[in-house]
């Protein structure tokens, strides 16, 4: 069960052991949306597509349906699951430019609800949670 902080709508700054979690596109050119904010702000590295970077944590999100970005997901959680002292940030991955739905994402992060140190967003816990 979920029941922890969601992450907020907009995230300006970060306290030194959190990590920003975004969307992002296989090639790491972060021009836009939250991938922008992360490359600007958290330290996000242009060229670099996947993985922690920085301040940040890349989810390639743009290379295909839902089912590509899975594995990506899954990735994510293995790693933080590794870094107790780290807390991540998910922003809403996938729903901006690359145009997927909160219904279509959310369920990737079904594992997350019970690692501690990911903090997701309000949307996602709401999707997948039993009305």
Known sequence: MYNREFTPERI????????FVFGSNLA????????????????????????LQGRSYAIPTMQGGVETIKPYVDEFIRFAQTRPDLKFYVTQIGC??????VK??????????????????????????PH
């Open 28 to 51: 790491g050119m972060h021009g836009g949306g939250a991938a922008r904010l992360a490359y600007v702000r958290f330290g996000a590295l242009w060229g670099q597509g996947v993985g």
């Open 96 to 101: 901006g430019i690359a145009g997927f739905k």
């Open 12 to 19: 300006t700054e970060l306290k030194q052991n959190e990590i």
């Open 104 to 129: 279509e994402i959310a369920p990737l992060f079904l594992a997350a609800i019970d690692v501690e140190n990911v903090i997701l967003p309000q949307a996602f816990v709401e999707s997948v949670s």
